[in-house]
């Protein structure tokens, strides 16, 4: 398969598991523990069916959304992921350009590989900062200021991410970084000689966000040594609320599950939220992100601006998403299958893509705006 035979979220992956060795491949690809929540947020879409309206005169689609003071070209971002160079070499930077030609919303995370300063540098679309709570209340202090510093517009704390998943594909191949690989996952690697090379012949893996806090050469720290050591499990709604107001702009809360703390996000002064499980990589057995995103709406979806994530693989999800009440909504897998696969011109072949399923969907939906979409054009069953 080549790139130009992509056409939907499947062909991607195929291609990206073609492409890299298969622990890395297991990395995107899996969830925690039996991975019933994973599995649940794509199929909880078919749990809702359009109902279109016709004759409506649809000629031009506006796709454009405002969101957290950011405006959009279309209604959908890239949500920040870590480790984005060790899927393909251009790694942030190929996401980020993508997302510039698309105009939308690139999250940069504090696990990732390119620093914000220079994502900042190099292009002009909106950019969300994505970080986590450390013991250290100095280090969250200084992430903040920096991200100021270097124009950030949003920040955005992950906020179901105290402790790492169970994700047990990485437990069986010995993914780590550092690189901890069993046998198995040796024989992965040394079967897609590509990846090899291309990792050796291009700049050092490197994690600037967190230059000095989390070593990763010499196999002196780990990413999973960090979610245990550094991050903050006592974190609660008064430290939240201090940051909130520290940092004093667009503040947002990814991970929010339920009615009751979608309202204290409200009440603490954030501007937005992300309702999200992970993508199904932190508590399995929970519901899906969708199953959860009316009631939130309801309750608080005219204080505060609401994303969402998880489980988005169709321009019709993103429909449906829109038409309950959520201001944008984020991809994870969805460019990170392209990336691996073929790099920036995956991701742009991605985003595309759902672009123009999106501008389609909204033509057969009657619709010629965002703000058009409503729950009366949701049934479910």
């Known amino acids: 398969m080549r790139l130009a035979q992509c056409h939907n979220f499947h062909d991607f992956r195929t291609l990206a598991k073609k492409r890299v060795p298969g622990p890395i491949f297991d990395y995107i690809d899996g969830g925690a523990d039996d991975e019933t929540t994973q599995k649940r947020n794509s199929r909880a879409f078919d749990d809702c069916d359009l109902v279109p309206n016709v004759l409506t005169g649809v000629k031009d689609i506006d796709l454009s959304v405002t969101v957290m003071g950011q405006k959009l070209d279309m209604p959908v971002y890239c949500s920040p992921t870590a480790l984005q160079r060790l899927f393909h070499h251009q790694g942030e930077r190929a996401v980020a350009k993508a997302a510039e030609k698309f105009g939308t919303l690139f999250g940069v995370s504090s696990l990732g590989t390119v620093s914000m300063e220079e994502i900042a540098k190099e292009v002009s679309t909106p950019q969300v900062y994505q970080f986590y709570f450390h013991k250290d209340r100095g280090l969250n202090n200084a992430m903040m200021s920096r991200a100021k510093d270097a124009g950030i517009q949003v920040m955005m704390l992950t906020v179901d991410s105290i402790t790492g998943g169970n994700r047990e594909r990485d437990l069986r191949s010995g993914f780590s970084m550092p690189f901890r690989l069993t046998l198995g996952g040796l024989i992965q690697f040394a079967i897609k000689p590509m990846w090899g090379i291309n990792y ?182």
Request: proline share 2%.
């Open 200 to 381: 050796v012949t291009h700049e050092s893996f490197k994690l600037p966000q967190l230059e000095g806090h989390v070593d990763m050469g010499n196999g002196a720290s780990s990413i999973g040594d960090y979610f245990t050591n550094m991050l903050d499990p006592s974190m609660d709604w008064d430290d939240v609320a201090e940051m909130v107001k520290r940092w004093d702009g667009e503040f947002c809360l990814k991970g929010i599950m339920s009615v009751e703390d979608a309202k204290r996000a409200v009440d603490i002064g954030c501007t937005g939220i992300v309702i999200s499980n992970h993508g199904g990589r932190q508590l399995d057995g929970s519901r899906s992100s969708f199953d959860q995103l009316a009631e939130i709406v309801e309750a608080v979806g005219d204080k505060i601006d609401i994303l969402f994530d998880s489980g988005i693989q169709r321009g019709t999800h993103v429909l449906k998403a829109l038409s309950l009440g959520a201001k944008a909504v984020g991809i994870g897998r969805g460019y990170l299958y392209p990336l691996a696969a073929a790099g920036q011109n995956g991701v742009e072949r991605a985003l595309g893509l759902m672009r123009a399923e999106l501008e389609r969907d909204m033509k057969l939906m009657g619709k010629t705006s965002i703000k058009e979409l409503t729950v009366n054009n949701l049934r479910f069953r």
